[in-house]
């Protein structure tokens, strides 16, 4: 994730750099000290050093490079130089905002190779700006007074008309622009609200919003009662949709979403003899090739090939969440109050009301989707799943595949040769570690914040009488861990308490 946290300084341009303390070599238990943004954190040439910094950063996925020059019409070399740029603008415009103060006049990148452009409405900050290699523009209206003019018109939102599609703050015009179907309507919604109308500027659209939801398997859905999503389909010619279980709904009855959001209808359903449907969603919601394991993360599926006897399973269900075991036997019956369900899966994962429906998974293949069974979570039981095959192919269905989410790296940093433990006092503030030495290869770190904050981990290494990043952590949680494969030299942790505060611990294996 791209923030801020890279770069800290305060608003004067010309920094005073603060004293480190001495070196010494950090062993078991060293605590770590509060210190200023020094060398290697912050300089005059901000956004030249965030861009050297960026430029070091892994590179990036090769379908992620074609995806932006077929979309943004550029070619491979410039979508990688404008990751970069983007990379470095994003860790640079919070500082410069605060430098500025109310002179700020926002920042935006521009161009295929995503050049960063600072304004301000003080012509006298504009040298400072160039300064920082960042382009600078001299505007007429603060971000400040435009943020001020949106949020007169926030505070008349609920009697806004209904053809007013937007407004929002656009920093590289200097406006408040609003845009609706109905410009008439929308001028006089400006000018009963009390804003000064010379800072907005009123355009046709037709655009019509509606809030999008994705179609994740394991989550819940309702339709009088409450089963679980199997998984996303498409289907030409359809929005597309999800597989479930047959007994959960007959054919034309509607579903709402997790959020109790009209979703879809049930467009086939088979019940008893087998035990699966499928609904097609509306074009609020879009099929994703993921399930949601609850504290597990969020899983890709990428297939679906049938795993053997005895393989592990694991189970999505909006009740019970995550569950796993293993495959009993294929191709079974089971006879329920309402009739036999043939060609079903006898599995040891356990199940209870709710999870109907619900994703069977083995690996990144799905499997199948949960149809019945007995015991519960608590004492454990037995379930069935309606093999995820067979409800394609009898519905012409394509399993939607995709990509996931790992889910949060552990807490409690464990199996490091030491351990380094410090406390935040406030947000926003810098700590260090006492420099140590080492030999070339893999460093190994990991940070264990308190929970609810948004703390950051960086390895420095000396660099004459400078410290540079040469590694860093910056999820958006309070956990974070790496490894970097460095030279010989002096070494330091850096942890930035990005937001929130507490005491917290780092692992740490040296070469």
């Known amino acids: 994730m791209l923030r801020r946290s890279a770069v800290t300084a305060g608003f004067a341009l010309a920094l005073a750099l603060v004293a480190t303390p001495a070196l010494a070599h950090a062993g078991p238990d060293d605590a770590f000290t509060p210190g200023k943004a020094g060398p290697g954190d912050a300089s005059t040439a901000l956004y030249t050093d965030a861009k050297a910094m960026a430029a070091k950063a892994p590179a990036p996925a090769p379908g992620l490079v074609d995806a932006l020059a077929r979309d943004l019409g550029i070619n491979a070399d410039q979508a990688r130089t404008r990751l970069v740029n983007e990379a470095a603008a994003a860790k640079v415009e919070p500082v410069l905002a605060a430098r500025l103060g109310e002179k700020f006049g926002g920042a935006w990148v521009t161009g295929p190779t995503a050049e960063f452009v600072v304004a301000t409405s003080d012509s006298a900050q504009i040298s400072a700006i160039l300064t920082t290699g960042a382009q600078a523009k001299l505007v007429r209206h603060s971000l400040a007074t435009l943020d001020a003019a949106k949020a007169g018109l926030d505070a008349k939102a609920e009697g806004s008309p209904k053809s007013i599609a ?31 109308a010379s800072l907005v500027r009123v355009e046709r659209t037709a655009e019509q919003p509606q809030p999008l939801y994705d179609v994740r398997g394991g989550d819940a859905y309702y339709m009088g009662g409450r089963c679980s999503v199997g998984f996303s389909v498409t289907k030409a010619g359809s929005q597309g ?186 947000s926003g503030q810098n700590l260090y570690s006492a420099s140590f030495t080492a030999a070339s290869g893999t460093h190994r770190l990991c940070l264990d914040g308190p929970n609810g904050t948004d703390f950051d981990l960086y390895l420095q290494k000396q660099s ?39 005491a917290f611990t780092v692992g740490l294996t040296t070469p």
Not at 170 to 176: C, E, G, K, L, P
């Open 464 to 502: 004459g009488s400078s410290w540079v990043n040469v590694a860093s952590g910056t999820g958006s949680g309070p956990d974070e861990s790496f490894t970097y494969n460095g030279t010989s030299g002096t070494y330091r942790v850096r942890i930035h308490a990005y937001s929130g505060t507490g």
């Open 166 to 196: 937007s407004w929002y703050v656009d920093v590289q015009d200097n406006s408040v622009v609003v845009l609706a179907r109905d410009t008439a309507e929308a001028q006089a919604f400006v000018d009963a609200s009390g804003v000064d």
């Open 241 to 426: 949709g999800f597989v479930t279980a047959g007994h959960c709904g007959d054919v034309g009855t509607a579903t709402q979403g997790h959020n109790r959001v009209a979703q879809g209808t049930f467009r086939g359903s088979s019940f008893p003899g087998n035990d699966y449907a499928w609904v097609e969603v509306n074009s609020q919601w879009t099929p994703t090739g993921v399930v949601n394991a609850y504290n597990s993360g969020i899983l890709p599926v990428r297939g679906s090939t049938q795993r053997a006897v005895g393989s592990s399973i694991c189970r999505a269900g909006s009740t019970t969440g995550y569950h796993c075991g293993t495959i009993g036997q294929h191709n079974t019956s089971v006879t329920y109050p309402e009739g036999t369900i043939s060609g079903v899966t006898r599995t040891s994962v356990c199940a209870e009301p709710g999870d109907s429906g619900g994703s069977y998974i083995s690996g990144d293949q799905a499997q199948g989707v949960t149809s019945g069974g007995s015991g519960n979570c608590t004492s454990g039981g037995t379930t069935y799943h309606q093999p995820v095959n067979e409800i394609l192919s009898a519905y012409g269905l394509t399993l939607a595949t995709g990509g996931g989410t790992e889910p949060p790296p552990p807490t409690g940093c464990t199996g490091y040769t030491r351990t380094l433990s410090g406390s935040a006092t406030t």
